[in-house]
């Protein structure tokens, strides 16, 4: 029977080193900015551009007006833009068919440095079972193994990507799987707050940031699990559900 080896990184960067290995990738960024990408797409967004920077944003959609211009600094929305990193303003009158650029401190910057790895898959709790079960498949297909880059908070370790990333394990770990030492440690995470997921994730860092930004709500909303069985690919320069 194949084996697939898991691991998970901790930060933006470290996603240079998944690529390098040649791994299938998972980005996460429980808030927000993958459960914003999995919620836009859901809610029928043709697809989402993800950039590093404001002004690359900015370039983009000035050279495509009818695109939507999204994302954060500091959790807000930067002025001039049509959307923050709300999941919940991603609403389907508001981006049913659109292409939206989108740019966050870490999400979007996390994606950028997936790029060169054959297969990047977009996660959240919102949409851990259809991830975790397609991840699992296209590693066994390809002879790859998995790795799930937390996107992390600034540059630095975040207890709600950990706990994400827990739970993506707690699912591949059904299967031939081997964890290494933090693949493990994020499991043994999970396991210990899967029963109150929303209690635990209010205590990190970023909730603890967001509460006092008045997202509350985000929060909640980005705890819930299975919401959504849809994959987001990022392929070429854009994610969509293909
Ligand atoms: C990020 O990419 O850094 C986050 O999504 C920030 C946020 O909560 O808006």
């Given amino acids: 029977m194949i084996s697939v080896n898991v691991t998970t ?30 919620t836009a797409l859901a809610n029928g967004a043709k697809e989402i551009i993800p950039v590093k920077n404001l002004k690359e944003a900015r370039r983009k959609h000035s050279e495509n007006p009818n695109y939507l211009l999204a994302g954060e600094r500091g959790g807000l929305k930067p002025s001039g833009f049509d959307l923050g990193n709300s999941p919940l303003e991603y609403t389907r009158e508001k981006i049913f068919g659109r292409t939206i650029v989108l740019t966050t401190t870490s999400g979007t910057r996390t994606l950028e440095n997936s790029k060169g790895a054959e297969w990047i898959l977009v996660g959240s709790f919102l949409n851990l079972n259809a991830v975790t079960e397609r991840a699992l498949s296209i590693a066994i297909d390809e002879g790859i193994d998995i790795c799930i880059v937390q996107s ?20 591949l770990i059904r299967s031939n799987v081997n964890l290494s030492d933090s693949a493990r440690a994020s499991y043994l995470g999970f396991k210990h707050v899967e029963n109150d997921l929303f209690a635990n994730i209010m205590k990190s860092e970023h909730s603890k940031r967001l509460v006092k930004l008045g997202f509350i709500k985000d929060i909640e909303f980005s705890c819930r699990v299975n919401l959504f069985p849809i994959v987001p690919f990022y392929k070429g320069e854009s994610i969509t559900l293909k």
């Fill in 152 to 171: 992390g908070t600034d540059g630095r370790f975040s207890l709600e990507d950990f706990i994400c990333a827990g739970a993506i394990i707690n699912g």
């Fill in 9 to 38: 990184e901790f930060t933006a960067r470290d996603a240079f080193r998944a690529v390098k290995r040649g791994d299938l990738i998972i980005v996460i960024d429980v808030l927000r900015c993958t459960s914003t990408i999995v």
